[in-house]
């Protein structure tokens, strides 16, 4: 029989031979005789002579619209038990891993709809936990009419804790305010008819408990008005809960319209709604995942985005080179590495020779062409410990470390002879474009502002002397001189 609010249960089994045999169970004392599935089993002794009749005696049973019992064959009472301990053990653990899944979803994103869906799923388990009596392995005391009280509480917060995830999740803006109103005003109304009913050991249960049927359908068709007013207004959260709670409105409409208490060797309906929840919750575990996922791929997009357009700040769009943005910041690197190492430093300006008659003679897109190839010499350089860009204008800039007196000029006259060895005949014509270069040479750790003052008096240097040559300047020897 399937287990009820009643004090004392008394079984006796009576046999052809007037003998008789007597069984019983207690509110709070089931003994050997529960099952899973939320069931009572009483074996029927065996004897030489046929079993003529079983009597069922019960002190202060709730309902007795409430009692559920069957007759089964021996040995079948064992594989039944097994296979309802099968179904309810699968369903609790989905129900786990969901519940554990959405808690950690909320903690880490902050949702408010995950942290009601994980309290949902938490209540159906505890639901299912205390209907199929599994928790009397650790707590036998609760048996009987405790339980059934609190089984009746707990399927009632679980239906508010449904409606609120459903209800919140959804955008305000899609469900209109009395229908949002009305959904969680019957929600009210199945919290405040379930709290008496889990509290009464006697009394019209059997009424009430129709009563409150009928207002967790109202509740469900609220809910489902709810989504599908959201869906007709593009809410893709509606999407996610159409498909969710499609099956467990099914399964709870339609057991108030047929008996399904023998299905599933007799846990019926109880069954069915473990494993819609378990449906539900697994299907939005997977909405709320695809969201996430989707939610974080756009924030690696937007993050690769705003690091591209960083980059490109730093960056000058017609050489690719670094502007002088991008240049200083590589250069503090350059700097703070060489003066580790204790290496020398030096700072190259390289500009075009006669720049302004290339633009007026030939037009400023010819000059760019110019700077352009130029940019293609001076940028095979960049490495760690070599920093190039262009400064603006015909100025380009190269911060080398490791290099010093005779090598440093020699690289300095190498890449003046690259670029004056570029060919620009199909834009200037037979023109030769050459450069100057002036380079600021240090061994203390100078700082770019010393750098670049004395890299530029080189440069004029070199523009006096003729341009199409490499001056170079040593900062210990300029401190000298004007210390003299």
């Known amino acids: 029989m399937h287990s009820s609010r009643f004090d004392r249960l008394l079984v006796t089994f009576s046999y052809a031979d007037g003998a008789r045999e007597q069984q019983d169970v207690r509110s709070g004392d089931f003994g050997t005789h529960w099952r899973a599935g939320g069931q009572l089993a009483f074996r029927a002794p065996h004897r030489d002579v046929p079993l003529t009749g079983v009597t069922m005696r019960f002190d202060k049973v709730a309902s007795a619209d409430l009692l559920r019992m069957r007759l089964v064959g021996r040995g079948e009472e064992s594989t039944q038990t097994t296979g309802l301990a099968t179904s309810i053990g699968a369903a609790l653990v989905l129900l786990l891993a969901g519940a554990i899944y959405n808690a950690s979803l909320a903690v880490a994103v902050r949702r408010q709809f995950s942290a009601w869906q994980a309290a949902w799923a938490a209540c159906m388990i505890a639901w299912g936990a205390c209907w199929s009596q599994l928790h009397l392995f650790f707590f036998p005391g609760m048996a009987g009419a405790l339980s059934a009280q609190i089984c009746t509480g707990l399927s009632c917060l679980a239906i508010a804790l449904a409606t609120l995830s459903a209800v919140t999740a959804l955008d305000a803006g899609s469900v209109s305010p009395w229908l949002r109103r009305t959904a969680l005003g019957l929600t009210a109304i199945v919290v405040a008819l379930g709290v008496p009913l889990s509290m009464m050991r006697s009394g ?7 009563v409150l049927g009928l207002v967790v359908l109202a509740n469900l068709v609220a809910v489902a008005c709810c989504i599908g007013q959201a869906w007709r207004r593009g809410s ?16 709870l409409a339609s057991t108030e319209f047929f008996d399904a208490d023998r299905m599933f060797w007799g846990g019926g309906s109880q069954i069915l709604v473990l494993f819609a929840a378990a449906w539900q919750t697994l299907w939005l575990s997977v909405a709320a995942s695809r969201s996430h996922a989707r939610l974080r791929i756009e924030r690696d997009m937007a993050r690769r ?16 080179l670094p502007n002088r943005r991008g240049f200083i910041e590589k250069v503090g690197s350059v700097l703070e590495k060489a003066r580790e190492r204790g290496d020398v430093v030096a700072l190259l300006l390289i500009d075009v020779d006669w720049f302004k008659s290339i633009n007026d003679i030939y037009g400023h897109d010819a000059g760019d062409v110019v700077l352009a190839a130029i940019a293609r010499r ?14 603006g204008g015909e100025e380009f800039a190269v911060m080398v470390a490791g290099l010093e007196g005779f090598a440093l000029v020699r690289f300095g006259d190498a890449l003046r002879q690259q670029i004056a060895a570029c060919d620009h005949g199909d834009i200037v014509g037979h023109r030769k474009v050459t450069v100057s270069i002036g380079i600021a040479e240090a061994s203390n750790g100078a700082d770019f502002r010393s750098l670049y003052r ?28 004007e210390a003299l």
């Open 204 to 210: 019209p249960i059997a009424a009430l408990g129709a």
């Open 236 to 251: 893709p959260e509606a999407r996610s809960f159409a498909g969710a709670w499609a099956v467990p409105m099914v399964v």
């Open 305 to 320: 985005a705003e690091a591209q357009a960083q980059e490109l700040a730093r960056r000058d769009a017609l050489t690719g």
């Open 378 to 391: 001076i940028a095979p350089h960049e490495d760690r410990n070599c920093a190039v860009a262009r400064l």
């Open 454 to 481: 004395l890299a530029d008096e080189a440069l004029y240097e070199a523009k006096r002397q003729g341009r199409d040559q490499v001056a170079i300047r040593l900062l210990e020897e300029k401190a000298s001189m």
